[in-house]
């Protein structure tokens, strides 16, 4: 408004003075390019500061979220290290209850080492998944380029980009708070069932019959569902088949067909010929209806 203001009492200076003196014209056109210059400066600066800010803070948000994946990651791979040593512990107490006459016998040391080189195996293998590596990489890689790019250009654009990076991290934050959890509920059922599975078991082994009749009825469950679907997939299949071959079908079969049939009802008697004759018909009209 004041800029509209400044140019129109401008533009009359100019009308009033053009015809006096070209000198006082060009001074004129040049006072107003200044203020033009300096008005818009004024205009620019508030906005570049304001989204300047907004850059810093999606790079705090972005940096905070990579923190906080890789702090997961760590607890995901602990955590399955953890259930993968209960469900060792856990195999070999249900071992020794399955053959009670080696019940009271030590447990040799090759066993332990090859138990141990299990475990040691798969967590090698969790901390080796390519999967995290790519993702660990990617993070690194958008993270050095975020930094590497010049504040001043595209700054909005720039913004934009950093709420859909930051959206996506926050997705793989809730799938693996889901996961953690999953686990969790994983490890606490496993150390239910270890904590029942001792070595000197007395009263605590009717706890455990319960248990791993627990873990057979699910088994019996999960093997019911999938026959289940297969059946299904294989009805499926067949009745795919059937469509196929009813369309792959060829006509000149069909007429063949027809023709064989007419000539074994002319070896019949009359009566009988006519009836057959209308269920040949009828079989026909059927067949072209389909």
Same mark, same amino acid.
Request: with cysteine; charged share 30%.
């Given at each position: 408004?004041?800029?509209?203001?400044?140019?129109?009492?401008?533009?009359?200076?100019?009308?009033? /003075?053009?015809?006096?003196?070209?000198?006082?014209?060009?001074?004129?056109?040049?006072?107003? *390019?200044?203020?033009?210059?300096?008005?818009? *400066?004024?205009?620019?600066?508030?906005?570049?500061?304001?989204?300047?800010? !907004?850059?810093?803070?999606?790079?705090? /948000?972005?940096?905070?979220?990579?923190?906080?994946?890789?702090?997961?990651?760590?607890?995901?791979?602990?955590?399955?290290?953890?259930? =993968?040593?209960?469900?060792?512990?856990?195999?070999?107490?249900?071992?020794?209850?399955?053959? #009670?006459?080696? &019940?009271?016998?030590?447990?040799?040391?090759?066993?332990?080492?090859?138990?141990?080189? !299990?475990?040691?195996?798969? /967590?090698?293998? +969790?901390?080796?998944?390519?999967?995290?590596?790519?993702?660990?990489?990617?993070? /690194?890689?958008?993270? @050095?380029?975020? +930094?590497?790019?010049?504040?001043?250009?595209?700054?909005?654009?720039?913004?934009?980009?950093?709420?859909?990076?930051?959206?996506?991290? @926050?997705?793989?934050?809730?799938?693996?708070?889901?996961?953690?959890?999953?686990? *969790?509920?994983?490890?606490?059922?496993?150390?239910?069932?270890?904590?029942?599975?001792?070595?000197?078991?007395?009263?605590?082994?009717?706890?455990?019959?319960?248990?791993?009749?627990?873990?057979?009825?699910?088994?019996?469950?999960? &093997? =019911?569902?999938?026959?289940?679907?297969?059946?299904?997939?294989?009805? +499926?299949?067949?009745?795919?088949?059937?469509?196929?071959?009813?369309?792959?079908? #060829?006509?000149?079969?069909?007429?063949?067909?027809?023709?064989?049939?007419?000539? &074994? *009802?002319?070896?019949?008697?009359?009566?009988?010929?006519?009836?057959?004759?209308?269920?040949?018909?009828?079989?026909?009209?059927?067949?072209?209806?389909?």
């Amino acid at each position: 408004m004041h800029l509209t203001l400044a140019l129109q009492s401008a533009i009359l200076c100019l009308f009033k /003075h053009a015809k006096q003196d070209p000198l006082v014209l060009t001074k004129s056109v040049v006072d107003i *390019q200044e203020r033009l210059l300096r008005s818009e *400066q004024g205009n620019l600066h508030p906005d570049l500061r304001s989204v300047q800010a !907004k850059l810093d803070q999606a790079l705090y /948000h972005l940096h905070s979220r990579d923190v906080r994946i890789e702090e997961l990651t760590m607890e995901i791979i602990q955590l399955l290290e953890e259930r =993968d040593s209960l469900q060792f512990r856990l195999s070999d107490a249900l071992r020794r209850t399955a053959e #009670p006459s080696k &019940e009271n016998l030590p447990k040799s040391p090759m066993q332990d080492e090859t138990n141990t080189d !299990k475990l040691s195996e798969l /967590h090698g293998g +969790y901390k080796k998944d390519p999967v995290g590596q790519t993702e660990r990489e990617a993070r /690194h890689v958008q993270q @050095m380029q975020l +930094y590497s790019e010049d504040t001043t250009a595209n700054k909005e654009d720039s913004i934009v980009d950093y709420e859909i990076t930051i959206k996506n991290q @926050m997705e793989q934050l809730s799938d693996k708070d889901r996961i953690i959890v999953e686990l *969790q509920n994983e490890i606490r059922c496993l150390q239910s069932v270890s904590e029942s599975t001792r070595y000197d078991f007395g009263d605590g082994e009717e706890t455990l019959r319960s248990s791993i009749g627990f873990l057979e009825q699910e088994r019996l469950r999960l &093997e =019911d569902l999938i026959q289940e679907r297969l059946s299904e997939v294989a009805n +499926y299949e067949v009745e795919i088949e059937e469509l196929r071959a009813a369309q792959s079908k #060829p006509q000149k079969e069909d007429v063949a067909t027809f023709l064989a049939m007419i000539e &074994e *009802q002319n070896a019949f008697p009359d009566g009988e010929q006519g009836k057959k004759v209308h269920e040949l018909g009828k079989q026909v009209a059927s067949q072209k209806a389909y």
